[in-house]
């Protein structure tokens, strides 16, 4: 089933093969989810934003025009959902349960013993400095530093001009190297 692309996957589903459509989203719910994670700040919010998205671009599958990749298509549905959820709920919680709710980390059985402290203080520190960055600098981040996305397709997905990107993705660099100055300093 490597073979199969995802063009091919979305005639099948088109057709009536819903199983096509879960093929896709075997293919992307991880990456899906590892991004709007970093960019809503919260593992129950991020599945909650997927599993929508999902069930959006199933019922939308046909006025995918094929003009970008699929994932772009699915990713911009995430988006959407995403922010519109978090308008609707406004931020109840403080910045640390934000932060104690981003994901799980691995922990290295290896090195000294205070090096998975240290690890984790690191890994707080930068979701704090990420989830205190403005909407459109966190999202701008999240893309191409998260989820690897280029700027032509980080452009699609937020549909601004690619040299807005570069623009906030520096801005949002710098704000971050602020917020992380002890870090980078160790």
């Known amino acids: 089933m490597t073979n199969v692309t995802d063009d091919q996957l979305i005639d099948d589903a088109l057709a009536g093969r819903s199983a096509s459509f879960g093929l896709l989203v075997s293919k992307y719910q991880d990456r899906l989810f ?3 994670a970093h960019l809503v700040g919260s593992v129950d919010d991020a599945r909650d934003a997927a599993q929508d ?4 671009a199933f019922l939308k599958l ?6 970008s990749s699929f994932y772009t298509w699915l990713y911009r549905i995430a ?6 959820s978090a308008r609707r709920k406004r931020p109840a919680g403080s910045l640390d349960q934000c932060r104690e709710a981003g994901g799980y980390e691995p922990i290295d059985r290896h090195g000294a013993p205070d090096e998975p402290l240290e690890r984790r203080e690191r890994v707080a520190q ?3 400095a990420l989830a205190a960055l403005p909407n459109d ?3 701008v981040i999240v893309l191409r530093e998260i989820d690897g996305c280029d700027y032509d397709q980080i452009s699609e997905i937020l549909d601004i001009p690619v040299g807005t990107v570069r623009s906030r993705l520096h801005r949002a660099r710098l704000q971050l190297k602020d917020h992380l100055k ?3 300093a160790e």
């Open 34 to 36: 590892t991004a709007l």
């Open 53 to 56: 998205a999902f069930v959006q």
């Open 62 to 67: 046909d006025s995918f025009h094929r003009q």
């Open 79 to 84: 988006f959407n959902t995403a922010v519109s």
């Open 126 to 128: 930068v979701r704090g």
């Open 137 to 139: 600098y966190r999202t």
């Open 182 to 184: 002890a870090v980078v």
